[in-house]
């Protein structure tokens, strides 16, 4: 049976040849090509692939039907490229498969394996709350494809190239930290924005003082402030306490004390956010001027009264020289000190040079205790521009 069909066959082309026909060949199918721009991306990264390379032997590619492996439709387009946004994650097979002008189908299809990473993690590690915050990307996912980095702390600073960074803010506030990265040419941002809230760091106070000890009354002694800094902004106000019950403001002041004794000086600095702080000083202020001896004389006057001379010698220790009122008092008491007698007063208007012992004032003809006149106590008062400085009892010896 075979045989008679094959004869037959052979005897149906010899006839078509006999008659001029001659069979028409068979279709061969087309061959499936392809590129991709890019292999690897972020979430949003979109790349475009191109199926020009494939080929019809005997005719024209005329589909092109592209599957891409994320769960998207599948397409079936005449244009030789497309382009395609990945939404998420993960590493899928794109496929291609073409039809030719007869509608055959290639056998196999091309293929290219897309790696879609997610966006990077970014985080801050705060050693202090303006200093040294170290900013990161977890990278780990497609690190070596990313070609740019680009930070930008909110400060008005921004640097590059690098994943991970220190940075310190100069001033205090809230800021937004932005980071742009590109990997094979598509510019991503992290998912997780990073705020940092930088706390107002407090000024320091620092106190120096412009002369060294002994200090006196009614010298002038000069204060600074200027060692007081503020690392994140600038001292707006110095105010200064000086213990005595008096007060003065400026990076730099000058003070004089009335009276000895042991003073705290207080400076307060505020920068310019309102917080303040605080540096102190004790110092000993001493008396400019000592009464050094009295000397009492006394003598009976030509009325037959008992009289008192006082030679009382001063030494000037402090600023006295510039000129000043120097009054002196010397009043008598009984011998008990419980009643005054009199009270005379000289005052000096001049010069008095500093260190000098024996600058001498005398009070004369001043009534003693008649009922005691060696017993007569003094009370000697020395005042310097309207200021005590020294005072002390006093006998004749």
């Given at each position: 049976m075979k045989r008679i069909w094959a004869a037959i066959a052979v005897l149906i082309a010899l006839g078509m040849m006999i008659a001029g026909c001659t069979p028409p060949p068979e279709n061969k199918k087309p061959t499936a090509s392809m590129t991709a721009d890019k292999v690897v991306m972020f979430i949003g990264g979109a790349a475009t692939f191109n199926a020009s390379q494939s080929k019809d032997p005997d005719g024209k590619v005329k589909d092109y039907i592209w599957n891409?492996?994320?769960?998207?439709?599948?397409?079936?387009?005449?244009?030789k490229s497309i382009n395609h946004t990945f939404t998420k994650s993960g590493a899928f097979n794109v496929t291609l498969f073409v039809k030719d002008d007869k509608g055959?189908?290639?056998?196999?299809?091309?293929?290219?394996?897309?790696?879609?990473?997610?966006?990077?993690?970014?985080?801050?590690?705060?050693?202090?709350?303006?200093?040294?915050?170290t900013f990161s990307i977890d990278n780990t996912t497609i690190g070596k494809y990313i070609t740019d980095y680009s930070w930008n702390f909110g400060d008005g600073s921004a640097v590059g190239k690098v994943p991970s960074i220190q940075h310190s803010y100069l001033d205090n506030g809230t800021f937004t930290v932005a980071l742009t990265i590109v990997c094979q040419g598509q510019s991503a941002t992290p998912a997780n924005p990073i705020t940092i809230t930088v706390q107002n760091r407090a000024p320091v106070a620092n106190i120096s003082i412009g002369a060294v000890a002994p200090y006196y009354t009614?010298?002038?002694?000069?204060?600074?402030?200027?060692?007081?800094?503020?690392?994140?902004?600038?001292?707006?106000?110095?105010?200064?306490?000086?213990?005595?019950?008096?007060?003065?403001?400026?990076?730099?002041?000058?003070?004089?004390?009335?009276?000895?004794?042991?003073?705290?000086?207080i400076l307060v600095v505020t920068d310019n956010d309102n917080a303040t702080a605080s540096a102190n000083l004790t110092l000993t202020v001493e008396k400019d001027m000592i009464i050094k001896a009295v000397t009492v004389t006394t003598f009976v006057d030509l009325s037959g009264y008992n009289r008192s001379n006082l030679s009382i010698k001063i030494e000037n220790k402090g600023e006295a020289k510039s000129p000043g009122t120097i009054r002196v008092n010397a009043t008598s008491y009984t011998a008990n000190k419980s009643v005054k007698i009199e009270t005379n007063s000289t005052i000096n208007s001049g010069t008095w040079e500093p260190n000098t012992p024996d600058n001498s004032i005398s009070i004369n003809a001043l009534l003693p205790d008649g009922q005691n006149i060696n017993g007569t106590w003094y009370l000697v008062e020395v005042f310097y521009q309207g200021n005590l400085v020294d005072s002390g009892w006093y006998q004749k010896s």
């Open positions: 891409f492996g994320d769960g998207s439709a599948e397409q079936t387009i005449k244009d055959a189908k290639s056998s196999k299809a091309a293929g290219a394996m897309i790696v879609v990473a997610p966006l990077p993690i970014a985080s801050a590690s705060v050693v202090d709350t303006s200093t040294n915050i009614n010298k002038p002694i000069s204060f600074s402030g200027a060692g007081s800094h503020d690392d994140d902004g600038t001292i707006v106000k110095y105010y200064w306490q000086f213990g005595d019950g008096t007060t003065a403001n400026g990076s730099s002041v000058s003070h004089a004390y009335n009276k000895p004794d042991n003073y705290t000086v």
